[in-house]
C-alpha cells in the first residue's frame, strides 16, 4: 500500500440555492465528501471517480446601526431611560494562514530503519494562542503517525507525538490584544527517510484562515424620558444576530465494528481513526441532545497462509452512533446553535479476526445565538416649549450632532418643510455638516 495525494486534482461546480440571498452579502461555504467509488481503468494508470457531496452553503449579512448607549440632560431635571443589554454577533477580523516547516528527527533505536513511508498522517496542536496590539502569535507541535515498509518487507507503525514544534506570528494593524482567536486549518504533512533509515524528515503544510472575534457587551436605550421637561426621541428596529454563551464537552463513544466477509481477517491492526458526524439534535430547556454517527478506517495487516502479511485498508461508514447531551446556559428552544464536533482519541481492541471494540473520545462545542429585533433609541433631543408668535424664517449655523430631525423637532417644524427651504439637503440629508447655514421655516 501507498498513499499518494493530488490537491486540486478534481475540481468542481456546484450551484446553491439559498433563499434569500443577495449579490452584496458574504458568501460561506463548506463541502464534506460522503461517498467516493472508484474503478481502475485499463492499463492501471487512471481512476475513474465517483464522488458523492454534501455542501453547506450560507449568505451573511452585515448591518450597520447607530444606537443611544447613554443620555444626560444639562437642566435640574430626573431622567428615566431604559436599557438592553446587546452581545452582537460581529463579522470577524479574518488573516489568511499558508506556513511551511520541516525538520529532522532521529528515531527509537528500537524500530526497525524505514525504507518506504507507506502513510503519514499529523495532527497539530497550539500549546499558545496569544493575541497582542497588531499580532497574532501560534506556539504549537505538530505530531506524527507513521505506517512504513521496513528493508525487510516487514510494515510498521509508529507515533511521533509532538515531532515537531513551530511558531508562526501575523501582523495586522486592526489586531487588538481583547479578540478571540479561532483557526480552521487544513494540514499536510510529508515524511521521508534520511541518515539510511536512521533519521526521518518530516515536513508540515498549514493552510487556512485565523478569524478574530471581537466581542463586546453594548447597552442601548429602548426608552429615554425626563421630568419637568420634553424629550422627543426617534426609533428604529433593529435586527442582529446576538451571542448567548458557548459551552465545549468531551464525551465517549462506544461500539463492536464487524468487518464483514469484504475484508480479510485482521492479523494485527496499525491504526484506528473516525470521524464524527452530527444526524440531529433536539433542545430540551437549557440542555441540546446531539445524535450523530463515526465513519471508521482500519489499516491492518491480515492473515494470510503465506508468510507475507497484506496490508488493507477498511471504510465503514456510520459504524458506531453516539449521543451526548450537553447543558448550555441560558439556551432556550427557538435560539440558534452552532455545532463542531471533533474526534479526540480512539482506543481500539481486536477481540478476535473479524471484531473490533472501539472506544471513541470526542469533543462536542456548541455556540448559541439568538436572532433579536428590538427597538432602539437612534436619536433624542431635549425640545424647548414652542414660542407664542415664531419668526416666519428661522437662520441656524449647524452644530455638531445636529441633525434634520432634530432640528425639526426643537423649532417645532417637520423635516419635510426643512427639505424644502434648502434644496441642497434633498438628495442626501445626511450630509448635514457643522458651519452649513440653513434656514427653518415656522411650522
Known amino acids: ?41 485499463p492499463g492501471q494508470y487512471a481512476l475513474d471517480l465517483d464522488l458523492i457531496l454534501a455542501v453547506t ?6 448591518l450597520e446601526y447607530a444606537a443611544i448607549c447613554g443620555a444626560n440632560i ?5 431622567l428615566f431611560t431604559e436599557e438592553i443589554l446587546l452581545n452582537p454577533i460581529t463579522p470577524p477580523l479574518r488573516l489568511a494562514l499558508n506556513r511551511e516547516t520541516s525538520g529532522i528527527l532521529e528515531l527509537p533505536a528500537e524500530a526497525p530503519p524505514p525504507a518506504n513511508v507507506l502513510d503519514v498522517t499529523c495532527r497539530v496542536s497550539f500549546e499558545k494562542e496569544a493575541v497582542n496590539a497588531g499580532q497574532v502569535v501560534l506556539v504549537g507541535a505538530a505530531g506524527f503517525d507513521l505506517i512504513y515498509e521496513a528493508e525487510d518487507l516487514t510494515v510498521h507503525q ?8 513551530f511558531e508562526f506570528r501575523l501582523e495586522d494593524d486592526r489586531i487588538e490584544p481583547q479578540m478571540s482567536l479561532a483557526a480552521d486549518l487544513v494540514t499536510r504533512c510529508q515524511s521521508v527517510p534520511v541518515n539510511g533509515g536512521k533519521s526521518l524528515r518530516l515536513e508540515l503544510q498549514l493552510k487556512g484562515t485565523v478569524d478574530l472575534f471581537d466581542r463586546r457587551e453594548v447597552i442601548i436605550l429602548s426608552e429615554i424620558s425626563a421630568t419637568g421637561s420634553q424629550v422627543e426621541t426617534r426609533k428604529e428596529f433593529l435586527s442582529l444576530d446576538n451571542f448567548v454563551s458557548e459551552k465545549s464537552q468531551q464525551g465517549t463513544a462506544q461500539g463492536l465494528l464487524e468487518i464483514g466477509q469484504q475484508y480479510p481477517p485482521i492479523r494485527e491492526l496499525l491504526r484506528c481513526s473516525a470521524v464524527p458526524n452530527l444526524t440531529d439534535y433536539f433542545v430540551d430547556q437549557d440542555k441540546i441532545v446531539l445524535e450523530g454517527t463515526f465513519d471508521l478506517e482500519l489499516i491492518y495487516l491480515a492473515h494470510s497462509e503465506e508468510d507475507v502479511k497484506p496490508l488493507y485498508r477498511g471504510v465503514f461508514a456510520e459504524a458506531i452512533s453516539f449521543q ?30 473479524e471484531t473490533v471494540e472501539i472506544i471513541l473520545t470526542f469533543r462536542a462545542a456548541v455556540t448559541t445565538t439568538e436572532y433579536l429585533e428590538v427597538e432602539a433609541v437612534v436619536e433624542a433631543v431635549e425640545v424647548e416649549p414652542p414660542l407664542e408668535d415664531p419668526p416666519t424664517l428661522t437662520y441656524v449655523f449647524v452644530q455638531k450632532g445636529d ?3 432634530k432640528l425639526a423637532r426643537q423649532y417645532h417644524t417637520d423635516e ?6 434648502n434644496p441642497f439637503l434633498q438628495q442626501l440629508p445626511d450630509l448635514l455638516k457643522p458651519g452649513d447655514k440653513i434656514y427653518i421655516p415656522r411650522g
Not at 444639562?74 to 430626573?78: F, I, K, N, V, Y
Not at 509508529?158 to 514544534?165: N, Y
Not at 446553535?337 to 481492541?349: Q, R, W, Y
Not at 419635510?416 to 427651504?421: G, H, N, Q
Request: overall charge negative.
Open 324 to 353: 451526548q447531551t450537553v447543558v448550555v446556559p441560558g439556551l432556550e428552544p427557538g435560539m440558534q446553535p452552532h455545532i463542531v464536533l471533533e474526534t479526540v482519541k480512539t482506543s481500539p481492541d481486536l477481540i478476535n479476526r
Open 74 to 78: 444639562g437642566r435640574e431635571a430626573q
Open 416 to 421: 419635510e418643510a426643512i427639505l424644502e427651504a
Open 57 to 62: 452553503a450560507a449568505a451573511n449579512q452585515t
Open 1 to 41: 500500500m501507498r498513499r499518494v495525494e493530488w490537491p486540486g486534482a478534481l475540481p468542481f461546480d456546484i450551484y446553491v440555492d439559498v433563499v434569500g440571498a443577495e449579490p452584496e452579502m458574504a458568501p460561506e461555504a463548506r463541502a464534506r465528501l460522503l461517498l467516493c467509488e472508484w474503478e481502475v481503468r
Open 403 to 405: 441633525t434634520v430631525w
Open 158 to 165: 509508529i507515533e511521533l507525538g509532538d515531532a515537531l514544534e
